[in-house]
């Protein structure tokens, strides 16, 4: 692998470019791997690059029906967070936070990992007392997070609105070591390094068969032929109930559209990412000058790749009333991914019914700032059978009910 | 020069100048103008410079698809960014302002951007800035998202002054485009009796027709666009809008439509945007299509432009970006632009046909008049600068040498056409790849798919692939019968009969000069505004960014305001011929809503400020906003967080309350409390399923403190049910819960129990109800009924504690029941919501004497703590079970079911290490931090640190004149005495000692008397 500076931009510039290689190779599927990966997103990528760079595992097979990158690693609004409540969340979060740190030096590719800070806004007295309560928790974890109060917010935002009329911004929950990535070049510099590595990814190939012999998994159909494996790790989100059945298991995960939309290009005008979830929207300011704006997920189960109107209008009336000048923006693009939802609203990292058979899914709306954390803790537990990572997000929760849930804020006053 | 022509201009009324200024320079154009022909008749050729290398750029196209000319309209509270002069109307006062440049648009230092250009192709920042680590973030992000952006962001303290507005629509076929297409489908509609509304995103019906010439029925275009218009106009079951744009098409027959109403005369008052929410039963895309630009060298430099544009600009507004023009085409069409420019007096220098053979009827024609065609031939570079000068020509199928250089100001380009297939694709629509005009169009195969699994969207005309009037007419009259017949009505295809000039094939060039060389690759732009070239995307195929989604993200193709409008085909040529692949295998990006940028003001409609969400107002709303409430929202409602005097704080009036209502005796609106009648013969059994307590065997008159759980078995919410007769129960809710149990129960009988005789209603918005608590509370009720004379008994024997009883009070038609949330003597009593701001009036008139004072939220709320009752929302949080609260008393033994009780016999539910409910008191007296927790030793696998238990509730207890806290704790009522310690954020460690928490009147003496 060529390695990426700005010397190398400058001395293939003098040969017009033509000198650059390809960031991955594009190979055919060999007969068996040591390990296949289902799914060439952020997290099936990131556990292929932690199986070898962790454990020496490089005999390594990611496969991709569409081009990689391409589901909601590509769709999402890039924030980067880890201030949890839960102790299990915390520590996944956290870990993958801190990866991304160094992310771009680790991959020599830059993912443009921007410690912006984050802004949790506190509009109800509930929520006040629910983000104090994330704070305490979050010393005790690690995670360095803060409450502000409502001056400092607007310091931190100055297109905010701290007095509208009907939630009033009462502080925040601050993580000044949150921000944003570069969503594609996480994939795309996992993929690299993947393939420097001798790993294969193979796009185009969708996987149509999971074959177990003895409750053990040997392997899959593919529309590029059948494969062999010694171990299978599934991660595929929006498909992950599809390719469980093709495994023989069922997996407590439900699949919705989520929504989300830029706005045209303007000059900087807010620097941190701010969520406010009273209202339901949360916004950033891209390095390209776009606001990108989340939405809310759609009432019913589907697979449409689309976005819906009713979203998002919602979600720009919360934002006109966050920050007044919304109102003249525009709205450029809007679009849908669709996210697996689990029955606590957490993740699954776990061993399955099938030997050999491993499960990442189930991130919901949260998963990209995940990504380097997950692929971690799926690695150790493939590699090993046993991730402290990984633990609590086993499927066996469900069964003894010890749920990770983090929708504090869905309680209620009297 | 660009200048103003002294004839032609059909869209113009020169008898009527408007003066508008641009950077500040005062200008003339005239009504009827956009602001892009204005500033071309003006000699305002430079409009902006590009996002990447800050290279200047001029008008490049005449609509919607424009890349280049955008501008800062307006000013302060109506200031605008990224507005476009091409679909932006001349108004009189207009002031816009250029983009993305400093100190000023002819002199741009970010153009040393373009000096580096070679060292920035497509990607290079993810090859780059990687070392050393903290210069990201404080070095080159910064100055990369300052060169980035487009224009100012508006005023961050100032409030959009327009206002927006939604509106809904039904009809049977929704016909989006108003060309000849649109009209012509429309008309077909519409005489089948089917209710049609057309929309139209320009102020001018009738779309190119008129300005690219031909006759329809025998007469010129327009001619015949008036006369279809006057006929639609006249039926009753049309509806024409024009300035209102088919913005998205969407699952089941939903389209937006976005009508600018105002942005063409600001301040004639009434709302600047509409955005209608349609549903058609049939959809009718009419949009057209929109001309490729030519890929050579300069092709950016301001004054080459579409062809088609070119003759836009000199028909319909009489202006002209040059007066010595060279064309250059692929196809016939852009001949007409010569013959257009010929006819107003403007110099063709020359027309170079990249096909050997040239064009048709119409190339003959333009040579008749002496104009000089060249066939075979392309440019091989326009030279850089601020506008046109000077052109080399040289082969088309060569690498570039130049054979001559002519001298012209403007270039007119032709690439060939694309239908304008976006709404089509929406949701879902496929295409198909056109070999003969090499375009995607339509596939009428795979149209979008609507509920009964047929399609609903039918394209029609040249957005539908046809691009002789002729052909166009027929398609869109078919298109329209289809519509028609589709929604239910029987209609006749009746065309116009469309007459223009035969055409020759066109020859698909993505390159010119086909095998151009790689520095004139580098200045052959794709995408103008984003600044990507033919170089960047044979370097990322080169890269492996094979997918075109891959591809687009990687150079930014067709990413720009204007989504790759005039790139995108382009852009995929290039790719696919850089795989060796074909057009077809490589494919389309995905096409996402808007079609072309909407205001957010629009989305979001009306719903802004006080009326951002529905507020919901109890009926003494108004009463307590007059007495001092400080408000606290609470759901779409809001209550009074405490009755504020002059000179106090909030803190003291919360100290105020809690005391008098403890000695005396307060009112609470308890109006936003959830009410819930659940009544039927099988009402009983149902709710013995939804609590957890036995509800069937409660006694009519009597009141149960009921506790509901998620299937998970979570407490989700309580209350106090009221059985009201034998098959009628009152279930009260917390005040977020009202809806929300609302909905589970609707869910659960209409999904799992839809054979049980129940039904549900919320009364919650029906009923006033007030809390009259404290110990003079009796007093008060009982003065209120001897003033009226009369009323119902409230002693303890006629009304004991947990029972309700209908009657009067002060006269009033009520139901009280005596329950209590405080620990004090209490009366809960709903009256009319009609009645409640009366009945409060009486309560407060008839209290004088007794000191009574209205309470808010926070007094309730520390005087439940006090008592130890639990809150839902703060004891709970979706993790805690019952019995996790000490609440096992309301769990039902006998039942064989209820919501959540499998759930609470899973393994980490009967864990005995769950952390359980407890007082909190600590030892000096101070209050808890809220949501503290409570460390035990060591730290986690994760290596957090071990935690035992956390405070639920804090606060401070004017009562008891100290801190009290409850809180959940490992082991915790077993270990009641022990002190543990709670470190605070601040470094504070807090310690506190586990008692009862219960801390007021442990034995409810206070409450049952």
């Known amino acids: 692998m060529k390695r990426y500076s700005a010397f190398a931009v400058a001395r293939e510039a003098l040969r017009y470019h033509t000198g650059w290689e390809r960031a991955w190779r594009n190979p055919a599927p060999k007969r068996q791997y040591d390990v296949i990966i289902v799914g060439a997103g952020g997290h099936g990528l990131a556990t292929a690059y932690y199986l070898g760079k962790n454990f020496g595992i490089t005999n390594v097979a990611v496969l991709e029906k569409g081009w990689l990158g391409g589901g909601n690693t590509g769709r999402n609004t890039t924030i980067i967070r880890s201030n949890y409540l839960q102790d299990p969340s915390a520590a996944i979060y956290e870990k993958a936070r801190s990866l991304y740190e160094d992310m771009s030096q680790d991959l020599n590719y830059n993912v443009m990992f921007s410690p912006r800070g984050v802004i949790m806004l506190a509009q109800t007295e509930h929520e006040v007392r629910g983000y104090k309560r994330t704070a305490h928790a979050n010393a005790l974890q690690g995670v360095s997070t803060e409450w502000i109060e409502p001056a400092r917010v607007k310091e931190l935002v100055p297109i905010i609105n701290l007095a509208g009329p009907r939630y009033p911004v009462l502080g925040g929950l601050w993580q000044e070591r949150g921000g944003t990535a570069r969503h594609d070049a996480v994939a795309w510099g996992y993929a690299r390094a993947c393939s420097a590595m001798g790993m294969d990814i193979i796009q185009q190939c969708e996987v149509t068969g999971v074959r177990s012999e003895g409750g053990r998994v040997i392997g899959v159909d593919t529309t590029k032929g059948a494969i062999d494996c010694d171990k299978l790790g599934m991660v595929v989100a929006g498909n992950c109930s599809h390719l469980s059945q093709m495994a023989g298991f069922r997996l407590p995960v439900e699949s919705v559209a989520l929504q989300a939309l830029v706005s045209e290009p303007i000059k900087p005008c807010m620097d941190v990412v701010v969520m406010a979830n009273t209202v339901h929207g949360y916004m950033s300011q891209s390095d390209k000058g776009e606001m990108v704006i989340g939405g809310g997920t759609d009432g019913f189960n589907n697979y449409t790749q689309r976005g819906s109107f009713h979203h998002i209008e919602e979600t720009v009336r919360a934002l006109i009333e966050t920050f007044p000048m919304v109102s003249r923006l525009k709205m450029l693009r809007q679009w849908g991914g669709i996210v697996d939802v689990t029955g606590d609203r957490s993740p699954i990292i776990s061993k399955t019914p099938v030997q050999n058979c491993f499960v990442n899914a189930g991130w919901g709306t949260g998963g990209f700032k995940a990504i380097p954390g997950s692929g971690w803790a799926m690695a150790e537990l493939m590699a090993t059978g046993h991730s402290p990572l990984a633990e609590e997000f086993s499927m066996m929760r469900f069964k003894e009910g010890k749920f990770i849930d983090e929708s504090v804020a869905a309680g209620v006053a009297h | 020069m660009s200048t103003r022509l002294a004839t032609q201009g059909r869209l113009i009324d020169r008898s009527k100048p408007i003066e508008f200024t641009f950077n500040g320079t005062r200008m003339t154009g005239y009504a009827g103008d956009t602001l892009a022909s204005a500033l071309l008749a003006n000699d305002q050729l430079l409009v902006g410079r590009s996002f990447k290398y800050h290279r200047p750029r001029g008008l490049v196209a005449s609509g919607a698809e424009e890349p280049n000319a955008l501008v800062g309209l307006g000013t302060g509270d109506r200031f605008e960014p990224n507005q476009r002069a091409t679909t932006t109307e001349l108004f009189s006062g207009l002031s816009a302002q250029s983009q993305n440049h400093w100190p000023s648009l002819e002199f741009d230092v970010g153009v040393v951007n373009n000096k580096l250009a070679r060292f920035l192709p497509a990607g290079f920042y993810y090859k780059m800035f990687i070392h050393p680590k903290p210069f990201w973030k404080h070095v080159y992000e910064p100055i990369i998202r ?646 119902m008994d409230v002693s303890k024997e006629a009304l004991p504690f947990m029972e309700w009883k209908d009657g009067e009070i002060g006269g009033f038609k009520c139901r009280a029941y005596r329950i209590s949330f405080s620990g004090e003597l209490s009366y809960e009593i709903a009256v009319p919501a009609s009645q409640g701001q009366a009945f409060w009036d009486a309560l407060m008139a008839a209290g004088a004497e007794f000191g009574v004072m209205p309470y808010g939220t926070e007094c309730l709320h520390v005087m439940r703590a006090e008592k130890g009752f639990i809150m839902i929302g703060d004891e709970t949080d979706g993790t805690v079970i019952p019995q996790d609260l000490g609440l096992n008393w309301a769990i039902s033994k006998k039942k064989e079911d209820f919501i959540g009780k499998r759930a609470q016999q899973r393994s980490h539910m009967v864990d005995p290490d769950r952390w359980q409910l407890v007082g909190l008191e600590t030892l000096d007296g101070a209050v808890l931090p809220d949501g503290a927790y409570a460390v035990g030793s060591g730290v986690n696998a994760n290596g957090q640190k071990n935690t035992i238990g956390r405070v639920t509730s804090t606060y401070h207890s004017p009562t008891l004149g100290k801190g009290i806290a409850m809180g959940l704790v490992k082991h915790g009522p077993k270990r009641m005495g022990e002190v543990i310690e709670f470190p605070g954020t601040d470094g504070t460690v807090y310690k506190a000692k586990i008692v009862d928490p219960v801390f007021y009147d442990k034995e409810g003496e206070k409450q049952n008397v």
């Not at chain 2, 088919?246 to 063409?264: I, P």
């Not at chain 2, 007409?336 to 170079?352: M, N, P, W």
């Not at chain 2, 000068?389 to 380009?413: L, P």
């Not at chain 2, 795979?446 to 027929?474: C, T």
């Open chain 2, 146 to 791: 300052k060169s980035a952006g487009l224009g100012q962001a508006p005023d961050r303290e100032l409030k959009d002054a327009d206002t927006y507005e939604h509106f809904y629509y039904f009809c049977d076929v929704l016909v989006i485009g108003g060309g000849v297409a649109g009209l012509q489908a429309a008309l077909v509609a519409a005489k089948s009796g089917a209710k049609v509304l057309v929309l139209e995103q320009n102020a001018h019906w009738g779309g190119r027709a008129p300005v690219d010439g031909g006759t329809i029925d025998g007469d010129y275009p327009e001619a015949w666009v008036e006369q279809t218009l006057a006929e639609l106009s006249a039926m009753e079951n049309v509806t024409l809008r024009n300035r209102c744009m088919g913005a998205g098409v969407y699952d089941h027959g939903y389209a937006l439509g976005y009508e600018r109403l105002t942005d063409h005369a600001p301040g004639q008052g009434g709302p600047r945007h509409r955005m209608w929410r349609i549903r058609a039963k049939q959809i009718v895309t009419a949009t057209g299509a929109i001309e490729r630009p030519l890929s050579f060298a300069g092709n950016d430099v301001p004054g080459v432009m579409l062809a088609a544009a070119m003759r836009d600009y000199v028909v319909n507004w009489g202006a002209t970006p040059g007066k010595r023009v060279l064309v250059a085409t692929n196809n016939d069409d852009a001949y007409r632009t010569a013959l257009t420019l010929h006819a107003a007096g403007i110099e063709v220098v020359r027309v170079l046909d990249t096909r050997e053979t040239g064009g048709g009827a119409l190339m003959e024609e333009v040579r008749a008049l002496g104009i000089r065609v060249e066939c075979g031939r392309g440019i091989a570079k326009v030279k850089d600068g601020k506008c046109v000068t000077r052109v080399a020509i040289c082969a088309q199928n060569g690498q570039g040498g130049a054979q001559e250089e002519v001298e012209a100001d403007a270039v007119a380009m032709s690439g060939g056409w694309s239908p304008v297939v976006h709404l089509w694709s929406h949701c879902g629509g496929k295409l198909t790849w056109d070999d003969a005009q090499a375009h995607f169009r339509p596939d009428p195969a795979r149209p979008p798919l609507g509920a009964d699994g047929a399609g609903f969207v039918v394209a029609a005309g040249s957005a539908n692939g046809p691009l002789g009037l002729g052909a166009v007419l027929s398609d869109a009259a078919e298109a329209g019968a289809k519509a028609a017949a589709a929604a239910g009505f029987k209609a006749e295809a009746k065309p116009a009969a469309g007459v223009a000039q035969d055409e020759a094939p066109m020859q698909p060039v993505w390159l010119m000069p086909a095998r151009a060389e790689i520095d004139l690759r580098m200045k052959a732009w794709l995408d103008f505004q984003n600044d990507v070239k033919v170089s960047d995307v044979q370097l990322a195929a080169r890269e492996g960014f094979e997918s075109v989604e891959h591809t687009k993200r990687y150079t930014t193709l067709g990413m720009a305001t204007d989504q790759g409008k005039l790139s995108n085909i382009n852009g995929l040529a290039v790719l696919a011929d850089s795989l060796g692949s074909e057009i077809p295998q490589v494919g389309t990006t995905t096409f996402r809503p808007p079609y072309h940028p909407i205001s957010m003001g629009a989305i979001g409609g009306e719903a802004r400020g006080e009326i951002f969400q529905p507020l919901r107002k109890t009926p003494m709303h108004d009463w307590h906003d007059a007495n001092g409430a400080d408000w606290e929202p609470v759901g779409h409602w809001r209550r009074p967080y405490a009755f504020v005097r002059a000179g106090e704080s909030v803190k003291e009036a919360v100290s105020r309350e809690i005391l008098n209502t403890r000695q005396n005796v307060g009112l609470l609106d308890a109006s936003t409390l959830g009410k819930l009648i659940v009544k039927g013969p099988d009402a009983g059994r149902f709710l013995d399923m939804m609590y957890t307590n036995m509800m069937s065997t409660l006694k009519v008159g009597k009141c149960r403190y009921g506790l509901m759980c998620s299937e998970n078995g979570f407490l989700s919410d309580d209350g106090v049910v009221a059985r009201i007769d034998e098959e009628t129960w009152l279930c009260h809710t917390t005040t977020g819960g009202a809806d929300r149990i609302h909905a589970h129960m609707e869910e659960w009988l209409q999904t799992e129990w839809w054979d049980w005789k129940v039904y549900v209603a919320n009364v919650t918005e029906q009923l006033a109800q007030v809390a009259v608590v404290g110990p003079k509370a009796r007093m008060l009720l009982e003065k209120l009924n001897a003033e009226a004379g009369g009323g």
